[in-house]
């Protein structure tokens, strides 16, 4: 496969320290042309903004997760508006809510939900949206909003995929997708339209078997392709492809192929 995207990553957390350039490397020669590195608080947004900066290939979303929402003081949601400025700035997120650990107070995730929804509203940008047990609150927040986004490391199963898609959302799919457990989620990757489908890895989090229970990575958004692919019945690279122009579409994220496009150059005498 040489056009995957892995549309949700945190190559800026600390499991990354000792080894971030290598794991980038590795990207790179896995085929990625793009990996979209989301912030879940104001440093990891700023970390994620100055990977950006860094690597051609890399874009950030800037926002406070709902574990974190009590720190979302005005002064912070200031400098995320700040940020979010950034060209390579694509989205606002992780955003959401989180009602299975509760790290943040209930009417306190809903508060920066909203607070953050309107921020994305303003400047026009897309939402990568978190919800564990919490969908019937994110539904009704994302249904009062008018913009679009992606439900990420989606796990509403298949009974809420039509309402999720009426909203104009797209789905996230991760690592769990592989899990012999999983079979709702596989259920989704079957239905949920071509064009409505991410990719994505969650790393180093949600790690896809054949590497459960290791590190996650961008270069293993290639398991979620191919669990994907088996789950409907089509070719890898299809799915690859598709998913990429889905990110393109719904981040504007430049998606060509690097690795040709810079051979490309060397035969023209380029730089």
Known sequence: ???????????????????????????????????????????????????????????AAVGVHPHDAKTLTPAVLEELRTLARHPKV?????????YYRDLSPRPVQRRAFAEQLALAAELGLPAVVHSRE??????????????????????????????????????????????PEARKLRAVAALVPLDRLLVETDCPYLTPVPHRGRRNEPAYVRYVVEAVARARGEEPEGIARAAAENAHRL????????????????????P
Not at 7 to 16: E, G, K
Not at 90 to 98: K, S
Not at 261 to 267: F, H, P, V
């Open 134 to 179: 919490a969908h019937d609150d994110v539904l009704a927040a994302l249904g009062e909003w008018d913009g679009v986004g992606v439900l990420h490391s989606y796990s509403g199963g298949p009974e809420r995929l039509e309402e999720v898609l009426s909203l104009g959302f797209s789905v996230g799919l991760s690592g769990p997708v592989t899990f």
């Open 90 to 98: 694509v989205a606002i997120g992780e955003i959401g809510l989180d």
């Open 251 to 270: 981040f504007e994220i430049d998606v060509r192929n690097y690795r040709d496009a810079e051979e490309t150059e060397g035969k023209r005498g380029g």
């Open 1 to 59: 496969m040489t056009q995957l995207v892995d549309s949700h990553a945190h190559l800026d957390f600390p499991q990354f320290d000792g080894d971030r350039g290598t794991v980038i490397g590795r990207a790179r020669e896995a085929g990625l042309v793009a990996i979209l590195n989301v912030g879940t608080d104001l440093a990891s947004s700023r970390a994620a903004v100055a990977l950006a900066e860094a690597h051609d290939f890399i874009y």
